[in-house]
């Protein structure tokens, strides 16, 4: 699980969150949700561990991040929209993202590509990709080392309705009693797909109701 502990974070003298003490339970899909600039993206590179924080603590299976860890460990990231080589192919740049922890086969790549209806656009060059193509290719990124944690900024963004489905599809598909995926939204989806929503308000995380 990931506990926050009297959590502040201050960002060139504004406050961004201050006393935040909650705590996220495995086996869940969390959602964030707050309005543009609320501070979703810092929230998810602070549980990350690419961002300090200001004050408190954020510990993750009870352990504390910065302190025994500098980044939280065996996780899949996509925050900020990352960027691969533009000429290079999905496949490749893929395959050169696996290299770094030796986990993810080219057989495991297109099974999750293929789920997202994605393989045969693998071949292509990553330059010539939709922002939607884009957006399943940071999916794949994330989710091919097989992590116990997935950490998605605007999962759905640029997606069309039958590739959200996919998406959910497969999303809902990774989440076991020892995983669990954090994820921001400004689509109404969120409501319907997340078991547990915070709102950023006041700079604070305030727990909302799920249509579950």
């Known amino acids: 699980m ?3 502990k009297n959590v502040k974070k201050d960002f060139k003298g504004n406050v961004l ?3 935040i003490n ?5 086996g869940k899909k969390i959602g964030i949700i707050g309005t543009n600039g609320s501070g979703k993206s810092v929230l998810m590179k602070m549980i990350v561990g690419y961002s300090n924080l200001t004050q408190g603590g954020i510990w993750i299976d009870g352990k504390l991040l910065k302190k025994d860890f500098d980044f939280i460990p065996n996780a899949g990231v996509s925050i900020n929209a990352p960027e691969f080589t533009g000429s290079m192919s ?3 740049n893929l395959l050169q993202i696996a290299k770094i922890r030796r986990i993810a086969t080219k057989t495991e790549i297109y099974e999750l590509a293929r789920k997202l209806n994605f393989e045969n656009e693998l071949k ?3 330059k010539k990709y939709s922002l939607g193509m884009k957006q399943k290719m940071r999916i794949i990124q994330a989710l091919m080392d097989k992590p116990r944690y997935l950490i998605l900024d605007e999962p759905f963004d640029a997606l069309d309705a039958a590739s959200k489905v996919a998406t959910k599809k497969l999303l809902e598909d990774f989440i076991s009693a020892d995983n669990m995926l ?3 939204s ?3 989806e969120i ?3 997340a078991d547990r929503i915070y709102s950023i308000e006041d700079h604070h995380l305030n727990e909302v109701e799920a249509k579950k």
């Open 2 to 4: 990931i506990e926050f």
């Open 90 to 92: 999905g496949i490749d």
């Open 191 to 193: 409501f319907d797909f």
């Open 186 to 188: 400004h689509g109404e």
């Open 124 to 126: 292509k060059k990553y």
């Open 17 to 19: 969150f201050e006393d």
């Open 182 to 184: 954090i994820f921001s």
């Open 22 to 26: 909650i705590t996220f339970p495995m």
